[in-house]
T-cell receptor
């Protein structure tokens, strides 16, 4: 079975500060891992994905995530938060070769001016 | 990438009625999925819409309640049948072009009174 756990349903950071959103996964087979972002009243947008190539993955808008098998983690980071980063972020997992995604419960990021 | 259009974008319905949500993709895709996002919660996979055959439902979802059609590679419908207030949710269509990389529509926000 596959699942992801996102630690912290709400995270607040100051503008310009480091963003760290945590995601741990559970998978019985090698996983593909994803981060999606959902802005208010919009659909989900793919930020980045890990598909068994490089363990450090760079995505859009300056975000990146590192796959750590030993820690079963795929945390999302950004060196400097912008006001426009305020949104809901979802971590997701799928078994290698599958297409359906299983999502975490989401983390709402607030950026304080 | 794929652009996914859903309609209606929102609706208010009476208990006991049914509503059909349409999903149109601007290009042919291999897989289409329907997700539900209940207020303040994450996304839950309802079913995989299979072109030319019956949809594949996840645990807890049944065809009688959520009949799905997929007549071709660019279009699918989800019907929410015999609605109750517990069905109030956002229903999201997504399309997969490759393993685990999904594009999402903006969702259909359903309120059942």
């Amino acid at each position: 079975a596959q699942s992801v756990t996102q630690l912290g349903s709400h995270v607040s950071v100051s503008e310009g500060a480091l963003v760290l959103l945590r995601c741990n996964y559970s998978s019985s087979v090698p996983p593909y891992l994803f981060w999606y972002v959902q802005y208010p009243n919009q659909g989900l947008q793919l930020l980045l994905k890990y598909t068994s190539a490089a363990t450090l993955v760079k995505g859009i808008n300056g975000f990146e995530a590192e796959f750590k098998k030993s820690e079963t983690s795929f945390h999302l980071t950004k060196p400097s938060a912008h006001m426009s980063d305020a949104a809901e972020y979802f971590c997701a997992v799928t078994p290698t070769g599958a297409n359906n995604l299983f999502f975490g419960t989401g983390t709402r990021l607030t950026v304080i001016p | 990438s794929a652009v996914i259009s859903q309609k209606p974008s929102r609706d208010i319905c009476q208990r006991g009625t049914s509503l059909t949500i349409q999903c149109q993709v601007d290009s042919q895709v291999t897989m289409m999925f329907w997700y539900r996002q209940q207020p303040g919660q994450s996304l839950t996979l309802i079913a995989t819409a299979n072109q030319g055959s019956e949809a594949t439902y996840e645990s807890g979802f049944v065809i009688d309640k959520f009949p799905i059609s997929r007549p071709n590679l660019t279009f699918s419908t989800l019907t929410v049948s015999n609605m109750s207030p517990e069905d109030s949710s956002i229903y999201l269509c997504s399309a997969g072009l490759r393993a685990g990389e999904l594009f999402f529509g903006e969702g259909s926000r359903l309120t059942v009174l």
